[in-house]
């Protein structure tokens, strides 16, 4: 069961920055004792790979419209190395079967992503970018600490992971329903507008 925490919660932060996610288990791999993590994450290169993607994510992920395409290309990437880590994490745990540990790690890491792509496109109907850049960053930490905590306390950590992934629905839920009913409110005053135009421009009667 505590293999099954720690995949849904690395699974839910992999859903928001999977190379963050590789970055903190092999650096807790490498410099800790922590017998659940896979030691494959631990190896340089891996840690380099997962540094220097990460390193490219940080600044894509702050410039408007630019961090949902990033988002987009990521619906390949994100819910897969949220399954792979699930797998790996099961595989060396007699008590998890590498089946479930992949079911979990991948389809939280999938709900997380839509969650925070929807999020993003939401946000990016803002023109400024700080916006993007305080979501961004808060995303950040807020993964950066989970998988800390989760190395040490996985329980505590996935139900802070679930907590998340639900006020994250939620949120998703309430920003599309703004968003339409401001839409709807720009399609009827532009229909109005032209309405108006439309008349105006009408000649009048033939003298």
Known sequence: MESL??????????????YLVVLVLGLADRFGTV????DVLGRWEVLVVAGLLYGFEFVADKIPYVDSGWDVISTAI???????????IAGDSGSLNEITGGLVGGSTA???????????MAVNTSPEPFTNIGISL??????????????????VA??????????GLVTLWLAWR???????RFQAWWERRRGGSTAADLPGPLT
Do not use: C, M
């Open 5 to 18: 925490a720690l995949a849904f919660s690395s699974g839910w932060a992999s859903g928001i920055n999977s």
């Open 35 to 38: 017998e659940t993590i896979p």
């Open 78 to 88: 994100r819910p897969v190395v949220g399954g792979v880590i699930g797998v790996l």
């Open 110 to 120: 999938f709900a997380s992503h839509s969650v925070k792509t929807g999020t993003r």
């Open 138 to 155: 808060g995303e950040d930490i807020t993964v950066l600490a989970v998988v800390v905590f989760a190395v040490q306390h996985p329980y």
């Open 158 to 167: 996935a139900s802070i992971s679930l907590v998340l992934l639900l006020l």
């Open 178 to 184: 703004i968003i339409r009913r401001g839409w709807r």
